[in-house]
C-alpha cells in the first residue's frame, strides 16, 4: 500500500522520485525498494533527518521499527490498521502525526481514504495528508472512533464487490456463456454501474433500469428473497466488529 501512495504521489507531482528517501531495516529490501521506486536508499542515520515519514509496515512490526523511525523533529503518516494516533505520537515522540486508511482503491488512483490526526498535528501536516491521499483517489476526514467502521465498509467492500462480481459471472456461465465472456460482462456491468453512481443515487439507478413486469425487477425479487441486501449490510458489520477486535490487538501489542 505504501508503494501505491507513493508512485501515485509522484505520478501526480507532489513528490520528485528523487527527493524520496526509503528505509528498510534490511539493507538488501531497502535497496530494492529504492530502486522500484527511484527513490533513495536511506541507512539508519539518513532516516533520522527526514522530514516527513510515510510509515508503511505491518502493525506487529511497529514495535521495532518505532525506535529506528522516532525522532521529534518530523512529522508522521502511518498507514498501519489498527495503530491509534495517541499510541503513535507516544512510541514516535512526536505530536505531528496523522493516521490514514488507503483501500486497494490507491492501486489505480480509486482509493476512498480515511484520515485523522493528533489534535496538535499543524495544519500544513493535516494538508499535505490531504494532498498526499487526493493523488490516489478521495479524502474522508472522520472521526478516529470510526476507523473500524471504514474499515468494515471501504476497506472490505472490495472484496465483496469481488464475490459480487463473481457470482454474476457465474451466473452469465449458468445461462450459457463462455467464461471468459461471463466475466468481461460481470466486469463492465461494475465498472459502469459505478461510473453512473457518481451522479446518481442507487435507488435511482436501481429503479431505471428495473422497468414494469421486465427483467431486472424479476431479478431483484429474487435478491430481495435470497435476502442479499441483508447479507451485505451484515458483512459490512462484521468486518467492522472484527477490525474492532484486531485493533483491540495491537494496541495491547
Known sequence: MGGAVLAGAVRAGLLEAAD???????????????????ATPLDDDGVHHADRVLVAVKPQS?????????????SYVSLMAGVTTATLSKRLGSRKVVRAM???????????????????????DRDFARRLFLAVGSVHEIAESLFDAYTGLAGSGPAFAAVVAEALADGGVRVGFGRDVARDLARQV???TARLL????????KDE???PGGTAIAGIRTLERHR??????DAIEEASDRARVLSRDGEDA
Do not use: C
Not at 524520496?20 to 527511484?38: I, M, N
Not at 486497494?104 to 495544519?123: F, I, K, Q, R
Open 20 to 38: 524520496v528517501g526509503v528505509y528498510h531495516p534490511d539493507p538488501g529490501r531497502r535497496a530494492a525498494l529504492a530502486t522500484r521506486f527511484g
Open 62 to 74: 511497529f514495535e521495532s521499527v518505532a525506535p529506528l523511525i522516532a525522532q521529534r523533529h518530523a
Open 102 to 124: 488507503p483501500n486497494l482503491g490507491a492501486a489505480v488512483g480509486a482509493s476512498a481514504t480515511a484520515l485523522a490526526w493528533h489534535p496538535e498535528t499543524p495544519a500544513d
Open 190 to 192: 461494475l465498472l459502469a
Open 198 to 205: 457518481e451522479t446518481k443515487h442507487a435507488a435511482e439507478l
Open 209 to 211: 433500469v428495473a422497468s
Open 228 to 233: 442479499v441486501r441483508f447479507a451485505l449490510m
